[in-house]
T-cell receptor, first 110, second 111 residues
Framework: RKEVEQDPGPFNVPEGATVAFNCTYSNSASQSFFWYRQDCRKEPKLLMSVYSSGNEDGRFTAQLNRASQYISLLIRDSKLSDSATYLCAVTEAGSYQLTFGKGTKLSVIP | DTEVTQTPKHLVMGMTNKKSLKCEQHMGHRAMYWYKQKAKKPPELMFVYSYEKLSINESVPSRFSPECPNSSLLNLHLHALQPEDSALYLC??????????FGPGTRLTVL
């Protein structure tokens, strides 16, 4: 069974804090990795694709560790608007099937 | 522009009704997807259309019937649904087997 595991949280952090989420995957054939953000009662929105060399977009940094089969998301200087559920997702090369983790809930507190 | 649109936003139907959900994208994407999402759960894949052909059916009950009239449109026909089918139905699209972009969803309630 191909599984993607995330700590469901909730992570309650003060504004300005740095917070990190990890996501582990069991399928060693996984090739593409993503972080989505989902607000309550809304659709998942792509936050970042995760590349082998790691990538950064403003306050967000994503990293991939193929040897240990996990991806991470680091959020620096947390804002109230970062409060959401963060879903990691993985897929094999050439596959349409995107496997999601159950999501990690983040609440940024004033 | 990475926009996928879905109609209606909300739908309430009885167990004997027939209704359809619609999804549209104009990004030239060749793969389109239907997902079902229950509260506090991740999206679950239902169907995938690739180049207008049904590529994946994740053992979905026949009361859900997908249709892909053309490369920009995807429908999901609903008939004789059960209350446990109440959920957020998400459409997504991708250029091929790469990044998937989601529409805003249809929140379905079956009475």
């Amino acid at each position: 069974r191909k599984e993607v595991e995330q700590d469901p949280g909730p992570f309650n952090v003060p504004e300005g804090a740095t917070v990190a989420f990890n996501c582990t995957y069991s399928n060693s054939a996984s090739q593409s990795f993503f972080w989505y953000r989902q607000d309550c009662r809304k659709e998942p929105k792509l936050l970042m694709s995760v590349y082998s060399s790691g990538n950064e977009d403003g306050r967000f940094t994503a990293q991939l560790n193929r040897a240990s089969q996990y991806i991470s998301l680091l959020i620096r200087d947390s804002k109230l608007s970062d409060s959401a559920t963060y879903l990691c997702a993985v897929t094999e090369a050439g596959s349409y099937q995107l496997t999601f983790g159950k999501g990690t809930k983040l609440s940024v507190i004033p | 522009d990475t926009e996928v649109t879905q109609t209606p936003k909300h739908l309430v139907m009885g167990m004997t009704n027939k209704k359809s959900l619609k999804c549209e994208q104009h990004m030239g994407h060749r793969a389109m997807y239907w997902y079902k999402q229950k509260a506090k759960k991740p999206p679950e894949l239902m169907f995938v259309y690739s180049y207008e052909k049904l590529s994946i059916n994740e053992s979905v009950p026949s009361r859900f019937s997908p249709e892909c009239p053309n490369s920009s449109l995807l429908n999901l026909h609903l008939h004789a649904l059960q209350p446990e089918d109440s959920a957020l139905y998400l459409c997504a699209s991708s250029l091929d087997t790469d990044t998937q972009y989601f529409g805003p969803g249809t929140r379905l309630t079956v009475l």
